[in-house]
């Protein structure tokens, strides 16, 4: 009897240290920019070395259909961030632009939005954020910090408020040129016709215009031009800088050891909360261009200076790997690893060289919601809690890690909102085998491109497209005449049947089943149909924060570290006064 006492004692004392150690957890959460998911090991890749990215596979858990809520950075990041599909906060685009350019642009996840930042801060976590924000600044004045990390529950930022582009490494070309180039053609050509048209018309004496409004018109243009080609060519300045907090530290950006000093940052936060549990984004510029790589990997993979860039994200996953080990939170410590998107296969240098990545199977890429385009990578490691070598073919989301590390916090989920994501555990630990996404909407920017249906009496995905990316060339896997695709107008084809796939037996989205080869063909499009109208009706209308107001740059948001006469120049961080005592 007493043995048996004995037991069920030992039983009651291990379950309360599971049910402890289940709980409260340290998050590290890693994300790539346009990593595609055929660039990593563990889904595929042969020849590219991701050792340490394909240790967390090995020792925790791989989604092989995983789906960022958004092919774009801004959106995907901003459901990231809140569980929810990005047309409920007003972060996707009606117009033709669907991410922040500019730092010193109006719009961003709007305040009345919950991160799952700011729940886990009040649960008494430090939370930081290190790299890419891309989610906004400013509202209305250049240090409101509205839209800034801080203002969404980060206790510490180090990083770039907007993101990485080639305007940002001077001799990587500009993202910009060409659009700029097409757009002022003819309005200068409409400008300088008007402008012509009266001076010949004063002089033949036809109509009488006033000298004044002739200079007035004349200045009006000459000063628009001046504006533009000064901010264009002054871009690298105003739009890529570095910040510490509220503090610029760094304008323009540098990307010496630029990895070496996020990944240093990450390092040590980590060190600064060994006795407190603690919230952790590193949130990668690798592989977004301007590609880049420090010295001690360039010219060092098979894949050129983008592989490179992939294998130096590796080496900085593995430092934080290691001072979990040196620190014993292994243990007590979730970490997930994704890209906010798929690879963005337009991406070629002017060199003619690949910048951008590989999809593996997946048709499409970055901008497109072809597979290619939002399925991700989703690797999730706790040892001793969720199932380590495992594979889960289920739907899965973005969106999903919001309630995931929310209820491992012991905070409560918003009840005031629809939050889209659905807590993984019970699918990480082996509780359940199927996914609670039996529907997943795809939106391109603001518009309702697909639908994907998982029925729960059926191995089958259904997806559905009601309108496609015209590909340029034609016969190509992306819209390289425009550098991304486009969800409007004459950039798509609208499909009435919308087209149809089952992705459980044709994954590459190759062949559109019809009503001859799939009999339960209407039934299937009734469903998700239904499925729409539901999803819609719960859409309430949301201040739209990618609005071209909101877009455009307005110089008195302009952030700048010196003063517009010095280039807006400042170099803290390389100088190191700023490196060190900055709080958990």
């Known amino acids: 009897m007493r043995l048996l006492l004995f037991l069920i004692i030992c039983q009651c004392t291990i379950n309360s240290v599971n049910t402890h150690h289940a709980s409260n957890p340290n998050v590290i959460l890693l994300m790539a920019d346009d990593l595609g998911i055929g660039d990593l090991g563990c889904y595929g890749n ?66 009345e939005e919950i991160t799952f930042s700011k729940l886990l801060k009040q649960r008494g976590y430090a939370t930081a954020l290190i790299g890419k924000w891309h989610l906004g600044m400013n509202c209305e004045s250049s240090n409101d910090f509205c839209h800034h990390p801080l203002s969404h529950g980060f206790d510490y930022f180090y990083g770039l408020t907007v993101t990485n582009f080639r305007d940002c490494k001077p001799g990587q070309g500009s993202v910009f040129l060409k659009g700029v180039q097409k757009s002022l053609v003819i309005p200068i050509q409409i400008a300088g016709i ?97 590609l880049y790589a420090s010295e001690s990997f360039r010219g060092k993979s098979k894949h050129g200076l983008y592989g490179d860039a992939v294998e130096e994200m590796d080496w900085s996953v593995g430092q934080i790997l290691d001072v979990l080990e040196k620190y014993n939170l292994s243990n007590k410590t979730l970490v997930y690893f994704t890209s906010d998107q798929g690879a963005h296969v ?115 995905v259904w997806k559905v497209f009601f309108f496609t990316p015209n590909f340029s060339p034609e016969d190509s896997n992306g819209c390289y005449d425009s550098h991304v695709c486009f969800c409007h107008g004459g950039f798509i084809t609208r499909h009435d049947p919308p087209l149809l796939f089952d992705l459980s037996r044709d994954p590459e989205e190759k062949v559109p089943l019809t009503p001859e080869t799939e009999s339960h063909f209407y039934e299937i499009l009734r469903v998700i149909h239904l499925a729409v109208d539901n999803h819609t009706r719960s859409l309430h209308a949301v201040p739209d924060q990618l609005s071209w107001n909101n877009l455009l740059w307005k110089p008195w948001l302009q952030p700048c570290c010196s003063s517009l006469f010095q280039s807006c120049y400042c170099d803290y961080d390389s100088e190191g006064s700023l490196s060190e005592g900055h709080p958990g």
């Open 194 to 290: 008007t402008l012509v048209s009266l001076a010949i018309v004063q002089y033949i004496g036809l109509l009488k215009v006033p000298f004044q409004a002739l200079a007035y018109c004349l200045l009006i243009t000459a000063i628009s031009l001046a504006v533009l080609i000064l901010f264009f060519y002054h871009f690298r300045h105003l739009n890529c800088f570095l910040m510490r907090d509220h503090q610029i530290i760094q304008q323009p950006l540098s990307y010496e050891n630029l990895t070496q000093r996020l990944t240093k940052e990450a390092v040590q936060l980590i060190g600064r909360n060994t006795d407190a549990p603690f919230l952790l984004v590193l949130s990668y510029l690798h592989v977004h261009t301007a």
């Open 346 to 460: 337009e991406e070629i240098s002017s060199s003619g060289e690949v910048h951008g990545g590989y999809n593996g199977i997946y048709k499409g890429g970055k901008s497109m919601n072809w597979e290619g385009g939002i399925r991700v990578p989703g690797l999730l490691r706790w040892p001793g809690v969720i199932q380590a070598g495992a594979y889960i073919d289920e739907p899965t989301s973005n969106m999903d890690i919001f309630p995931t590390i929310v209820k491992l916090a012991e905070a409560q989920l918003p009840s005031d909102r629809i939050i889209d994501g659905h807590d993984l555990m019970p699918l990480l630990q082996g509780k359940v085998t199927r996914s609670k996404h039996e529907f997943l909407f795809h939106y391109c920017n603001a518009y309702l491109n697909a639908v994907r249906w998982h029925p729960g009496n059926s191995e089958s």
């Open 46 to 111: 042969r020849t590219l070395r991701t050792p340490n990215i394909d240790k967390l596979a090995e020792e925790g858990v791989t989604l092989t259909q995983h789906i960022a809520a958004s092919p774009l950075c801004t959106p995907s990041r901003a459901a990231f961030l809140t569980g929810r599909y990005p047309i409920r906060s007003g972060m996707a685009a009606f117009s033709r632009v669907g991410v922040f350019l500019f730092s010193a642009s109006s719009g961003g996840l709007p305040s």
